[in-house]
């Protein structure tokens, strides 16, 4: 198997060209350079259609993905802004990661199930963030959930007993 697919297989990424990998033993983090194949670059952050790319943005950003085992591991890549019709200037999308979001989707999902499924204690220890990262988080996958199941499809009939 190519080095290149055992690399994103490993960071759970998709669309994306790992450039490069570090381990940094003394500060215990994992960080992949990578940067978006062709068809994934210059796409609004809000609606991903294809925009003139406007700026570079604020430089290079990481977000933080599943750890190696101790490591915590990053991706970094450019963070440029795209100019949307619709949204104005606004971050590109990444494949990795929800708009705005500092953690990979598998991060996400990881913390969504974990807190549904034991102690905040046990969430915020194992997954090394705050607890106020975790409602950031939980508030984030539940936002695209909602966008996937409609509240009220299947419903035929809603009956109302009083009207005051
Ligand atoms: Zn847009």
Redesign the pocket.
């Known amino acids: 198997m190519r080095s290149l697919t055992i690399w994103r297989t490993l960071l759970g990424v998709d669309k994306t060209v790992v450039e490069d990998v570090d381990l940094d033993l003394v500060a215990g983090v994992f960080v992949a350079s990578v940067r978006l194949t062709r068809s994934m670059r210059n796409r ?6 294809r ?1 003139p790319r406007y700026d570079e943005g604020a430089g290079r950003r990481r977000w933080r993905g599943l750890d190696f085992g101790s490591p915590r591991v990053f991706l970094e890549a450019a963070a440029p802004r ?1 100019s ?5 200037v ?1 971050v590109a999308a990444v494949p990795w990661a929800r708009h705005q979001a500092g953690h990979t989707h598998h991060f996400d999902s990881q913390v969504a199930w974990l807190a549904t499924q034991t102690s905040k204690a046990a969430v915020t220890v194992l997954m090394r963030i705050a607890w106020r990262t975790v409602g950031a988080i939980i508030t984030r996958v539940w936002a695209d959930t909602e966008k996937l199941h409609d509240p009220f499809a299947g419903l035929t009939r809603i009956g109302i007993d009083e009207i005051s």
Do not use: A, D
């Open positions: 609004c952050g809000s609606c991903q259609k925009c795209v949307c019709r619709e949204h104005g606004i």
